[in-house]
């Protein structure tokens, strides 16, 4: 959920920032950001980093489990499948079953991560020059296998109501 919420309020600022947009989330968005970067220009390429980081590790386990060795081994020594629910939006698991974690991003594959992590290098050159020619197309996104994933950062608030004491939550897993 968190780096959902870092990405929707990046990509908020930049268009804030671009006036593509006018709203108190995106007003909010662009002060805070605004007052990280003027301490560190470099959030919008050290997030786009980390994600592409991420993208490289989940590619990496994807080509572990198409290791051959695995084909003589018996299904229950198998790797597991990545125990996560995506597409949650406001702590709604659509599935059932054992997840150790849940996001609000609709896919956590390689591709998609790579995409995202490109898109945030882009809000960054937007916001750096305050030009909404260099906002990257939020089209939904082909990955592998073909599928279209549709990029709707607009369904989760950027700003979070404050946390009930209390109440446990499940860890955020992107």
């Known amino acids: 959920m968190r780096t959902f919420q870092v990405a929707a309020m990046l990509r908020g600022a930049a268009r804030t920032k671009c006036r593509v947009c006018d709203s108190d989330d995106g ?16 959030i919008y390429e050290s997030f786009s980093e980390l994600l592409a980081d991420r993208a490289r590790n989940r590619g990496l386990w994807v080509e572990r489990e198409r290791d051959p060795s695995f084909k003589r081994v018996d299904d229950a020594s198998k790797p597991l499948e990545f125990p996560a ?38 809000w960054g050159e937007a916001f750096a020059n305050a030009t ?20 709707n950062f607009d369904l989760v608030p950027l700003v979070q109501s404050k946390k009930k004491k209390g109440k446990k939550r499940k860890a955020s897993l992107t």
């Open 132 to 151: 909404a020619d260099s906002l990257p197309s939020e089209d939904p996104v082909k990955v592998a296998g073909g599928k279209l994933i549709d990029l």
């Open 27 to 42: 007003r909010r968005a662009l002060a805070a950001v605004e007052e990280v970067y003027r301490t560190s220009t470099g």
């Open 85 to 122: 629910e995506y597409n949650v939006r406001n702590g709604k698991i659509k599935s059932e079953g054992h997840f150790l974690g849940v996001s609000p991003f609709p896919d956590g594959s390689n591709d998609f991560l790579e995409h995202i992590a490109e898109m945030v290098r882009q």
